[in-house]
Each structure stands twice: as C-alpha cells, then as structure tokens.
C-alpha cells in the first residue's frame, strides 16, 4: 500500500512536470489523483456537516437514556449519502469515465490500425449505450433538474453577495 | 437491458485490450480511484459515523459468539460423560447407579479433564473398584451352554465375557483407575 502511494507521488511530480508535452499520459495519471482527493474532500466535509448537525451529541444523548440496548443496532446513514447519492457521486461518476477515455485514447495513440478500431468502436459503442440508459431511466433529466437547482443555488449566494 | 449489455461488453473488451498492452497500470490507477471513491470513503465515513453503534453492536456480538460457543463446548463435554456412564452403567456400577446427580456429573467432566480418556474397544471392559468394598466383582461360572466371567455388584450377576474368549487374549478386563489388566488367576470360581 505505502509503495503504492509513493509511486503515485512520483508518477503525480512526472505527470505535472511533463503535462504540455506529454498531455494525454499526464491526464490519465492526474485524473484518478483528482477523483481520490475530491472523494477525501468530500468525505471530510461530510464528516464535519455531520459533526455541525450533532450526530455525535445525539447518539451520546441516546446511550445516555436508553442505555446500551438505546444504540444497539441503531444506524444511521448520517451525511454518508453525499458521497453514494447525489451531485458529487455523478461528479466522481463522470471523472471515472473521462478518466477510462483518456487511458483509452492513449492507448488507440499507440497501438495498430485493428486494435485501434476495435477498442474505438466499443468505446463509442459504449457512450451510446449510457445516453440511451439515462434516457430511458429518466436520469438525464434528474441531472439536468440538479444542475439547474445548483445554478439557483449559485445565483442566490451571488445574488447576496452583490447586495 | 440490451444498451446496459451493451455496455457491459464494450467496456469488458476495452479493459481486456488495455490489459494486456503496456497501459495495464493506468487501469490499476483507474480501478485504485474507483473502488477508493465508491467504496472504501463512504464505508469509512458510515464507520466513523457510526462509530458507537458499531462499538456496541459488535461487542454484542462477540458476547453472543462468546455464549454460544461455550454452550456447544459444555453441551459436548456433557455427551462425553453420559457415554461414559452408559459405559459404567453397562458393566454394573451399582454403587454409583442411586447417585445421579448433576453434581456427580460435573465432577464427572472435572475427571474427564484431568486424565485421559482410556482406549474404547468392543472388546475390552474397565472395572471400577475391582474387588473392594462396595466394589464390583469378577467370578468364573461354569454355565449351561459355556463357561463365563461374570460381574457381582452385590446386587446383580451380569455375563461379562466367555472365559474361553477370555483366557485366549481375545478379551480384555481392565481396572478403571491404574489400567491394569486384571488376570485369569485373580478371577476365582464362583461357589
């Protein structure tokens, strides 16, 4: 694991160092980098919201009256479905996907004219795919509600701010 | 269902290709960042979370485990020392026969720990207090059909063996306690 890590500290300074020659390389070693941070980000900020919210406070409260059996068995998803639903699990969702195009690309770069069809034809055969399942289970419209909620969102704090 | 195999397909292709070409560690970055980003953040965060429910909920367990496991362990030791009965009861323990009790059998599983169980054969009889007070003893009888050894426990005569089964090594008795074989010329002729 820790030699893991630290080849992908090196493989993080290589990337950065040779992103305007080597674009395409660098990308598909900064991209899960990018995906791993913004999911510990997430995770942190979920943890602290949770913490704001009194999770702990109110678990502490329930052992204190009800005992031992008050917290037995008693989960709670707490501020966990930031990260398994929502906005930043489409965000991640994506990165992966870009992240698996870009090693594609890379590899289509390097390698001869029947492997490059090949795997540019699944490929594209596997974009379609996503957009017809989005579309027929009604999901594509689900992100474009959530994203218009967020520019609402946006446009209120900015809104704020300028008065 | 026919896009989501589809799917299915061409990203299993895609991977197998990349696989095998000199891009097989982009894949182990790509698959580090999905099952760390998928998996193992929100687990870590629904731990943390829930980090006394948890506590609780596992030592529960553990107590459960604990409990249940030394049910099974007492509920065998239990079996073992009404077998060994059975065993005493077959050969004529008269002594103890009024004695059932749940404390005899506790001492019973104490015995058990403390020495090892003696060899078991169809073929072999362990005599407990052989010729003592109160004890079992061993006579030859001359029968109607054939001689045999028989056990006396003050109370009933009881055919151990043929004595000619006996005498030929085919048979043998033992003292429960030191595991001496008990010979022919100690058992007398009953009168």
């Given amino acids: 694991m820790f030699k893991y890590l630290k080849d992908l500290k090196n493989n993080l300074i290589f990337s950065i160092k040779n992103f305007k020659t080597d674009t395409f390389n660098s990308l598909g070693h900064l991209t899960p980098i990018i995906i791993v941070f913004i999911s510990f980000m997430t995770g942190i900020i979920a943890l602290i919201k949770f913490i704001l919210e009194n999770g702990y406070h109110q678990q502490i409260e329930l052992l204190k009256t009800n005992g031992i059996v008050g917290v037995f068995g008693k989960f709670s998803d707490g501020t966990t479905n930031v990260l398994s639903q929502g906005l930043m699990l489409y965000l991640i969702v994506v990165l992966l996907f870009i992240n698996f195009c870009i090693i594609i690309f890379n590899y289509i770069k390097n390698e001869k004219k029947l492997k490059q069809f090949i795997s540019m034809f699944s490929l594209v055969c596997s974009i379609f795919s996503i957009i017809t399942i989005l579309i027929v289970s009604g999901n594509i419209f689900r992100l474009i509600r959530i994203s218009e909620e967020n520019q609402e969102v946006v446009l209120n704090i900015y809104n704020n701010i300028s008065n | ?191």
């Fill in chain 2, 1 to 191: 269902m026919i896009s989501g195999t589809i799917l299915g397909i061409s990203l299993l292709l895609n991977m197998i290709l990349i696989y095998k070409s000199k891009y097989k560690f982009m894949l182990k970055e790509f698959a580090f960042a999905a099952l760390t980003s998928l998996v193992i953040v929100p687990a870590f965060l629904w731990i943390l979370e829930n980090i006394i429910s948890v506590l609780v909920t596992s030592i529960f367990v553990i107590i459960i485990i604990f409990v249940l496991l030394k049910f099974v362990f007492i509920e065998k030791k239990d079996n073992s020392a009404s077998s060994k009965k059975d065993y005493m009861h077959k050969y004529g323990d008269a002594t103890n026969k009024n004695n059932e009790s749940a404390t005899h059998k506790s001492n019973l599983v104490e015995k058990e720990k403390t020495k090892p169980e003696p060899p078991k054969s169809e073929n072999c009889a362990y005599i407990t207090d052989f010729n003592k007070f109160a004890g079992i003893k061993l006579y030859k009888v001359h029968g109607v059909m054939h001689d045999y050894i028989a056990t006396d426990n003050g109370l009933v005569d009881r055919e151990l063996c043929s004595l000619s089964d006996y005498e030929k090594g085919k048979f043998h008795i033992y003292e429960e306690k030191t595991k001496r074989e008990i010979k022919s010329e100690e058992i007398p002729w009953k009168k």
